[in-house]
């Protein structure tokens, strides 16, 4: 060894070289060292020798120091002598093979294995986030996506405490919704805090609000710093004290500058923190998840909402594609096809609603999707009247990619616009019918007079016998303007309780002595109550009328029915007044088997002069008379007729109300 020391070649390698230089022997004892091997050591040269080279590093190949012949390299990290990490990238030549002498040249690499460290950290934390942001894609339920983001956040960051909460836009208000830490943090800061639960809403002032969407994360070494003052510096000392946490961060989940929900982390003394772009990042990823889950969630309120309305609607409501196929239906009308909402998907609208497929209803679908404009059409199908409204539904370029169809049923609601019309038009003939009657009754008045003046003072025959004439003609003419006084309710009338089974049976007197050959009368008094009240004499003309023309309708015979009955409110449909009844209603049904009214002037019969008979066999009046007596006593008439099948003329009138038992 001392010769070796000796040796100018060995002094000038020892003395020259760049890097920390240590002499070994083949058991790895220290025999001599360059200044720099001491100075990255830490330890004076002479105290240096005699110690070996494993006890200044943490480890060292097997075969260290080798087996001579060769270079052995490897990396090892020099013991922390003065708390600093130092990594050493170690190469190891043998210069005297025989007596087993090495050189261990030393390289300080630390900076090149913290760079190359970190740039495995930063990787990894980046291919970590690339699976949370795999993770978030799948997921839709608010519980799985709070419990995956603070599962994600525990194994991204380590933290031993992490929260996650919910903002509340409607409250303002944060709702702390998970929280992940040991039992024994947990307690130890609901007693600190004096808290009954952890899952509390918190509300968050505008200032506040503002400084979390605009600081997306925020690292501070107490709570107190961190929540700027809400929680008190007593109490964050104590939960740093108890849960051994040194610094926090805060994390804003933001997304198109509306807050979603926050969480916080607490980490340990001497735990490193994740790099703040990193959590920005996964906030970001975060933020996106929670918009789209409330966008969901908004989406399927929306869509439950609609639902609601739509099956709300008691008509027929179908979504339709360009071929009539059903692509979506409300409850009303599974009900009424007698198929579920599903089943009715696929059906093509003609199989359910009877529209042929060569109909007006697909050509109005057809123009529909063509030209993108609204539709109607009106069907018969049944006896009943439809309504077809066909609405385009657009999409991408204004382009109409399905149709609403709405069916509903006017039939009633047509019958009701027509008796309107029809009772618009009888008040408007009863006004014109009365001023006329009133005038010309004047006229009457002074006719009769002076004719019966005449007769007192005529002594000729063939005289009187022309007054007698003049009399009888004004007389008959008086009659006429009686009917149209009441058809336009100007008449006087009497108004005393009536018995109408009683009045029935006194008109069916007449109407026996009156009929023709092969006509029978049938009467069936169901109502237990018949009492009235109003004029004897103008009900008992109305019924006289009435039961004359079902006479009149059967020329080759056949049978009247006279059925009288309590009704509650009449639904019926047919041309009256629009007056509502009383809910104790008593019904006089008149009905003949003769030939039937045709539907064309079925809306006219009840018109002052109006008559299909011959000229010379009526006058009009009849029915117009009947129609307004029954409409002074506060009634209404309802027909009911078809061509060849006989009618039936309803008349209702309010029960008085003494009379109830």
């Not at 190469?91 to 460290?117: A, M, P, Q």
């Not at 929540?227 to 997304?255: C, D, N, Q």
């Not at 006279?562 to 009905?591: C, H, M, Y």
């Given at each position: 060894?001392?010769?070796?020391?000796?040796?100018?070649?060995?002094?000038?390698?020892?003395?020259?070289?760049?890097?920390?230089?240590?002499?070994?022997?083949?058991?790895?004892?220290?025999?001599?060292?360059?200044?720099?091997?001491?100075?990255?050591?830490?330890?004076?040269?002479?105290?240096?020798?005699?110690?070996?080279?494993?006890?200044?590093?943490?480890?060292?190949?097997?075969?260290?120091?080798?087996?001579?012949?060769?270079?052995?390299?490897?990396?090892?990290?020099?013991?922390?002598?003065?708390?600093?990490?130092?990594?050493?990238?170690?190469?190891?030549?043998?210069?005297?093979?025989?007596?087993?002498?090495?050189?261990?040249?030393?390289?300080?690499?630390?900076?090149?294995?913290?760079?190359?460290?970190?740039?495995?950290?930063?990787?990894?934390?980046?291919?970590?986030?690339?699976?949370?942001?795999?993770?978030?894609?799948?997921?839709?339920?608010?519980?799985?996506?709070?419990?995956?983001?603070?599962?994600?956040?525990?194994?991204?960051?380590?933290?031993?405490?992490?929260?996650?909460?919910?903002?509340?836009?409607?409250?303002?208000?944060?709702?702390?919704?998970?929280?992940?830490?040991?039992?024994?943090?947990?307690?130890?800061?609901?007693?600190?805090?004096?808290?009954?639960?952890?899952?509390?809403?918190?509300?968050?002032?505008?200032?506040?609000?503002?400084?979390?969407?605009?600081?997306?994360?925020?690292?501070?070494?107490?709570?107190?710093?961190?929540?700027?003052?809400?929680?008190?510096?007593?109490?964050?000392?104590?939960?740093?004290?108890?849960?051994?946490?040194?610094?926090?961060?805060?994390?804003?989940?933001?997304?198109?500058?509306?807050?979603?929900?926050?969480?916080?982390?607490?980490?340990?003394?001497?735990?490193?923190?994740?790099?703040?772009?990193?959590?920005?990042?996964?906030?970001?990823?975060?933020?996106?998840?929670?918009?789209?889950?409330?966008?969901?969630?908004?989406?399927?309120?929306?869509?439950?909402?609609?639902?609601?309305?739509?099956?709300?609607?008691?008509?027929?409501?179908?979504?339709?594609?360009?071929?009539?196929?059903?692509?979506?239906?409300?409850?009303?009308?599974?009900?009424?096809?007698?198929?579920?909402?599903?089943?009715?998907?696929?059906?093509?609208?003609?199989?359910?609603?009877?529209?042929?497929?060569?109909?007006?209803?697909?050509?109005?679908?057809?123009?529909?999707?063509?030209?993108?404009?609204?539709?109607?059409?009106?069907?018969?199908?049944?006896?009943?009247?439809?309504?077809?409204?066909?609405?385009?539904?657009?999409?991408?370029?204004?382009?109409?990619?399905?149709?609403?169809?709405?069916?509903?049923?006017?039939?009633?609601?047509?019958?009701?616009?027509?008796?309107l019309y029809q009772a618009e038009k009888m008040n408007t003939v009863g006004q014109l019918a009365g001023g006329v009657a009133h005038d010309f009754n004047n006229q009457l008045s002074g006719i009769i007079g002076y004719t019966e003046l005449l007769k007192t003072k005529s002594k000729d025959p063939t005289c009187d016998r022309y007054l007698?004439?003049?009399?009888?003609?004004?007389?008959?003419?008086?009659?006429?303007?009686?009917?149209?006084?009441?058809?336009?309710?100007k008449g006087y009338r009497e108004d005393v309780p009536i018995d109408i089974h009683k009045l029935l049976e006194e008109v069916l007197e007449l109407v026996v002595q009156t009929k023709t050959e092969g006509i029978s009368v049938v009467k069936s008094f169901y109502a237990e109550n018949s009492i009235v009240k109003g004029d004897p004499n103008l009900l008992q003309n109305a019924f006289l009328n009435l039961m004359l023309n079902a006479r009149?309708?059967?020329?080759?015979?056949?049978?009247?029915?006279?059925?009288?009955?309590?009704?509650?409110?009449?639904?019926?449909?047919?041309?009256?007044?629009?007056?509502?009844?009383?809910?104790?209603?008593?019904?006089?049904?008149?009905?003949?088997?003769?030939?039937?009214?045709?539907?064309?002037?079925?809306?006219?019969?009840?018109?002052?002069?109006?008559?299909?008979?011959?000229?010379?066999?009526?006058?009009?009046?009849?029915?117009?008379?009947?129609?307004?007596?029954?409409?002074?006593?506060?009634?209404?008439?309802?027909?009911?007729?078809?061509?060849?099948?006989?009618?039936?003329?309803?008349?209702?009138?309010?029960?008085?109300?003494?009379?109830?038992?």
């Amino acid at each position: 060894m001392q010769n070796l020391i000796r040796n100018p070649v060995y002094q000038a390698l020892l003395r020259n070289a760049t890097r920390p230089v240590c002499v070994v022997d083949r058991e790895g004892i220290i025999f001599d060292v360059n200044e720099k091997f001491s100075h990255l050591t830490g330890i004076h040269k002479e105290k240096l020798n005699t110690k070996t080279f494993k006890s200044l590093v943490d480890s060292t190949p097997e075969n260290f120091p080798g087996d001579g012949g060769g270079e052995n390299v490897f990396t090892t990290r020099l013991k922390n002598f003065e708390n600093r990490e130092t990594w050493l990238g170690s190469s190891v030549v043998c210069i005297d093979e025989e007596n087993g002498f090495y050189f261990v040249f030393l390289k300080d690499i630390t900076e090149h294995i913290l760079f190359e460290s970190g740039l495995e950290y930063r990787n990894k934390q980046l291919n970590y986030l690339t699976e949370f942001a795999y993770k978030l894609a799948g997921l839709s339920s608010e519980e799985d996506l709070n419990k995956t983001i603070v599962e994600c956040l525990k194994e991204f960051t380590g933290a031993p405490l992490i929260t996650f909460s919910n903002y509340d836009v409607s409250e303002s208000m944060l709702q702390l919704s998970r929280v992940d830490t040991s039992r024994a943090v947990i307690r130890a800061v609901m007693k600190l805090g004096n808290l009954r639960s952890f899952k509390r809403k918190v509300p968050i002032p505008q200032d506040k609000y503002k400084i979390m969407v605009e600081e997306i994360v925020e690292i501070n070494d107490s709570l107190t710093g961190l929540t700027r003052g809400a929680v008190p510096e007593v109490l964050s000392g104590l939960i740093t004290k108890v849960s051994g946490l040194t610094h926090f961060a805060a994390i804003s989940y933001v997304s198109s500058g509306q807050l979603m929900g926050t969480s916080l982390l607490g980490f340990t003394s001497g735990q490193p923190l994740p790099l703040r772009e990193h959590l920005m990042t996964f906030a970001h990823l975060a933020a996106v998840s929670l918009r789209r889950r409330d966008a969901e969630k908004a989406l399927l309120k929306s869509r439950e909402r609609l639902r609601t309305i739509i099956d709300s609607f008691t008509d027929i409501l179908f979504v339709l594609d360009k071929n009539g196929n059903i692509e979506a239906s409300n409850k009303f009308s599974s009900q009424l096809f007698g198929y579920s909402i599903k089943k009715l998907k696929g059906h093509s609208f003609s199989e359910v609603t009877g529209y042929r497929k060569d109909g007006a209803g697909y050509k109005v679908l057809k123009s529909v999707f063509e030209e993108g404009e609204f539709r109607t059409m009106t069907h018969e199908q049944n006896g009943k009247v439809y309504r077809g409204s066909f609405f385009p539904i657009f999409g991408e370029k204004k382009r109409v990619i399905s149709a609403v169809l709405h069916i509903q049923d006017i039939t009633e609601r047509r019958e009701l616009r027509e008796r309107l019309y029809q009772a618009e038009k009888m008040n408007t003939v009863g006004q014109l019918a009365g001023g006329v009657a009133h005038d010309f009754n004047n006229q009457l008045s002074g006719i009769i007079g002076y004719t019966e003046l005449l007769k007192t003072k005529s002594k000729d025959p063939t005289c009187d016998r022309y007054l007698d004439k003049i009399l009888s003609s004004a007389n008959n003419a008086a009659v006429l303007t009686r009917q149209l006084l009441s058809y336009a309710k100007k008449g006087y009338r009497e108004d005393v309780p009536i018995d109408i089974h009683k009045l029935l049976e006194e008109v069916l007197e007449l109407v026996v002595q009156t009929k023709t050959e092969g006509i029978s009368v049938v009467k069936s008094f169901y109502a237990e109550n018949s009492i009235v009240k109003g004029d004897p004499n103008l009900l008992q003309n109305a019924f006289l009328n009435l039961m004359l023309n079902a006479r009149d309708a059967m020329p080759d015979g056949g049978r009247i029915s006279v059925i009288t009955a309590i009704r509650p409110q009449s639904t019926a449909n047919g041309s009256s007044s629009d007056k509502p009844l009383s809910n104790n209603t008593l019904e006089v049904l008149i009905r003949d088997e003769g030939m039937g009214i045709p539907g064309e002037i079925l809306g006219r019969i009840f018109e002052p002069f109006f008559t299909t008979k011959k000229e010379g066999e009526g006058t009009g009046m009849g029915l117009a008379s009947a129609y307004g007596t029954i409409d002074t006593h506060g009634g209404k008439i309802f027909v009911k007729s078809k061509e060849g099948s006989g009618s039936d003329f309803s008349v209702m009138l309010p029960l008085l109300k003494d009379s109830f038992r």
